[in-house]
RNA sequence: GCGCCUCUAGCUCAAUUGGCAGAGCAACGGACUCUUAAUCCGCAGGUUCUGGGUUCAAGUCCCAGGGGGCGCACCA
């Protein structure tokens, strides 16, 4: 609440997450009167009364009693111009979302849209489901782990990644039709793009490809923006997109041709695409193919140029090990992925459902790992047990919830629609050292 | 992990070429019977992120460290 004392008249301004409401208070018909204009901008009160109309015309409660909730001791920042040190505003999330209006409405988004989410997967006949985090192996994902210890089995385990082969497990089983949505942790650097815990949402369907499941996202996304916002059009950082499906498909070779002006076909050959890498600035991992050529060509030249909404296709089976693949064109594989303002907000594939295919494109993965690549997967073979007993055609999404409310919210920070985002520890104030430990000398 | 930028009162921000650390809001004391960021008077508020250094003199310059932002790298 914000008071307002005038003598023997006092307004104050008293606001819940509902919106707020002006309470008058006369000195003559308000109980403890001279204590009620002495609140301070924070402090949280209840109070009783007549709802009346100020001479101004403001719908008022002239309060007759009231109680102090809860006093505060520290304040909420300046009453006009808010709290906008991002320290503050991320390691104190409750002064940001007390003082910063735009704050909550942006997370009382997201909840809407994860609502959205569920509602929509529920009224297709998907099912939700939970799959452990704490998993012996971390699959799923090109990714590094957390480690973490489990005392009672005397054995690591890691934070996943991504849930995806225990949901592909659960399509063996005949959960046709099944979704998670929850947090992977991934640990890698922190960026206005990423964070180590995040939201995704994997959503697998049996008997479905992955143009089925190109029309899920389309009509996940575009839906819930027009069941928020009325509408499918979306402004993101200046660039206004269109979600209304269908998108434009496109392959992976059009689309790197479009932006670089490169002609870059796989099937030109290794050396052609390196020189072509070579001349657009790109740099290549050593011993790359043809299509891990082509993919770092097109994520460091081609997708942030991308307006969108595409569907960009076509990727090579050498980058995508978890992806079947294409059914009549050589070297690729059926993934798409999404494009909306130049960023990836999901990843639809057709699942590869052959258990010697997968277990040779594991193998290779192990490797990559043995010969030094940290975040190749790993050999999983419950895993591959589980595809032995047959896993029907399968589609499967992936969705950054993250990037989507990003997306929506229009801000570029990841750490914007996260309520506590991760930072490192404040030792500010520990600086200067010595005092405690080591040495052995003391009064 | 590397590079650039940044850190001043509870909050939002000033402080000339190195020259007495300031304002608004909040808080605190007072005035005020229709305010809307109320207004007016008064009072108080500081390890200028930390530790060193240069200097007659450091918020300002130099070195080291810490937090944050952005970029690179990694990735979704």
Known sequence: MLSRPQGRLAFAELRDWTGSVQLFAVASRTERFEELTRLSLGDWIG???????????????????????????????????????????????????????????????????????????????????????????????????????????????????????YLKRLVVGGFERVYELGRDFRNEGLSPRHNPEFTMLEAYQAYADYEDMAGLVEELVAGTALELFGSTEVVFQGRRVDLAPPWRRATLEQVVEEVTGERCELGRGRDALAAVAGRLGVEVPPGSGAGRILYEIYERTTE?????????????????????????????????????????????????????????????????????DDEAMVVDEDFLRSLEHGMPPTGGIGLGVDRLVMLFADLPAIREVLLFPALRQDRRDGAGGGGEGADGTDA
Not at 73 to 100: I, S, T
Not at 335 to 346: D, F, H, L, S
């Open 47 to 165: 109070c009783t009364g007549e709802v009346v109309r100020t001479k101004r015309g403001e719908l008022s409660v002239q309060v007759e009693s009231w109680t102090l909730l809860a006093p505060t001791r520290h304040g909420f920042g300046d009453k006009w111009r808010g709290v906008h040190d991002v320290e503050l505003r991320y390691r104190q999330r409750e002064v940001d979302l007390w003082a910063n209006e735009g704050v909550r409405d942006t997370f009382l988004m997201r909840s809407r849209v994860v609502a959205a989410l569920r509602r929509r997967l529920d009224a297709r006949g998907f099912v939700e489901v939970e799959t452990p985090v704490l998993q012996p192996l971390a699959g799923g994902a090109n990714a590094r782990p957390f480690v973490t210890h489990f005392n009672a089995l005397h054995s690591d385990f890691y934070l996943r990644v991504a849930p995806e082969l």
């Open 304 to 372: 942030h140029e991308l307006l969108g909404p595409v569907l960009v296709t076509d990727y090579p089976v050498d980058v995508s090990p978890l992806v079947r693949a294409h059914r009549s064109k050589p070297g690729v594989v059926e993934r798409m992925t999404p494009i909306v303002a130049g960023r990836e907000i999901a990843e639809i594939y057709s699942e590869l459902c052959d258990p010697d295919v997968q277990r040779s494109r594991l193998v290779a993965q192990a490797a990559a790992r043995e010969a030094g």
